[in-house]
Nanobody, 125 residues
Framework: VQLQASGGGLVQAGGSLRLSCVVS????????MGWFRQAPGKEREFVAA????????YYADSVKGRFTISRDIVKNTVYLQMNSLKPEDTAVYYC???????????????????WGQGTQVTVSS
């Protein structure tokens, strides 16, 4: 399974970005896809996740109401729409795939089996 993330960039506070993650190399009906982020000097943290088949979503409290995760099963792509961005959202964003959507560890990085290369998001104040 390969994941290719894109869409990062520099944006002013209050602005929006949409990240994309193209997934290939398998069938994903039993998967959960997630977005994590890591700021300099900090641990990687959960942002959002979505189950491929049921479209169930999960969010970190810090992004609820601002970020939206979605997936396109035809394009094999997972999106993270980020609105009302804040400087504290600045980080490298990673997409990840968990091959067991039944796992309850949707917020734990260690539960994910495959990772993309990351895309930088910088929010200026």
């Amino acid at each position: 399974v390969q994941l290719q993330a894109s869409g990062g960039g520099l944006v002013q506070a209050g602005g929006s970005l949409r990240l994309s993650c193209v997934v290939s190399g398998g069938t994903f009906s039993g998967y959960r896809m997630g977005w994590f982020r890591q700021a300099p000097g900090k641990e990687r943290e959960f942002v959002a996740a979505i189950t491929w088949s049921s479209n169930r979503t999960y969010y970190a409290d810090s992004v609820k109401g601002r970020f939206t995760i979605s997936r396109d099963i035809v394009k094999n792509t997972v999106y993270l729409q980020m609105n009302s961005l804040k400087p504290e959202d600045t980080a490298v964003y990673y997409c990840a795939a968990d091959n067991s959507a039944r796992s309850t560890a949707w917020g734990r990085a260690g539960a994910y089996d495959y990772w993309g290369q990351g895309t930088q998001v910088t929010v200026s104040s």
